[in-house]
């Protein structure tokens, strides 16, 4: 199993700002995913962070409103940039079990106002 | 990209066994199907997984049919607190897959 700590767990953002959020394992993982929960709907998949490469997005989204990092097995950041009240969701870091099943975090709920 | 079909929602009495059902008709060979739920305000929790054999745990059981093109999930006591969104997904087994939610089933469990 994995256990993942994601950082903020909420956080209320003026409009045109950006916010990072960390994502953290506890064990070394190859791939890291990043979703979108907007109120009241399903998981979107935004894009794979593979560590020592970039990221692999998702269609529909790009770069540079959600850049990610992914300096070492272990650790990943997402950054939501130049936010807007549409931006307003609840962002989850995901790691693959390895052959298994996928292991979430507690998600990061954003508000954009 | 996802390709199951589930009913958008389900009621269930309390201690009553609750049954989801999942069409996944495109499903191939080499593909799983995988359970979570997502309690409110939480991140998903793996359920169960299984291939083509019926599958148990301590949290559900697992029935697919024998052409893998649907499957249920049961949970055999629902209580309060299976009250969830129910995602049935399909996707590869080893290391390297995207997990791909549809829109789930929301299961209501009533006293």
């Known amino acids: 199993s994995a256990v993942i700590s994601q950082k903020p767990s909420r956080d209320i953002c003026q409009r045109g700002t950006s916010l990072t959020i960390q994502c953290q394992v506890d064990?070394?993982?190859?791939?890291m995913f990043w979703y979108r929960q907007q109120p009241g709907q399903s998981l979107t998949l935004i894009a794979t962070?593979?560590?020592?490469?970039?990221?692999?997005?998702e269609s529909g989204f790009v770069i540079d409103k959600f850049p990610i990092s992914r300096p070492n097995l272990t650790f990943s950041t997402l950054t939501v940039s130049n936010m807007s009240p549409e931006d307003s969701s609840i962002y989850l870091c995901s790691v693959d079990g390895g052959g298994t099943e996928a292991f979430f975090g507690q998600g990061t709920r954003l508000t954009v106002v | 990209d996802a390709k199951t079909t589930q009913p958008t929602s389900m009621d269930c009495a309390e201690g009553r066994a609750a049954n989801l059902p999942c069409n996944h008709s495109?499903?191939?060979?080499?593909?799983?199907v995988y359970w979570y739920r997502q309690i409110h305000s939480q991140g998903p929790q793996y359920i169960i997984h299984?291939?083509?054999n019926n599958e148990t745990n301590e949290m559900a059981s697992l029935i697919i049919t024998e052409d893998r093109k649907s499957s249920t999930l049961i949970l055999p006591h629902a209580t309060l607190r299976d009250t969830a969104v129910y995602y049935c997904i399909v996707r590869g087994n080893t290391g390297g897959f995207k997990t791909i939610f549809g829109a789930g089933t929301r299961l209501f469990v009533k006293a």
């Open positions: 495109t499903i191939s060979g080499n593909e799983y």
């Open positions: 299984g291939l083509k």
């Open positions: 064990s070394q993982v190859t791939m």
């Open positions: 962070a593979n560590q020592g490469s970039e990221a692999t997005y």
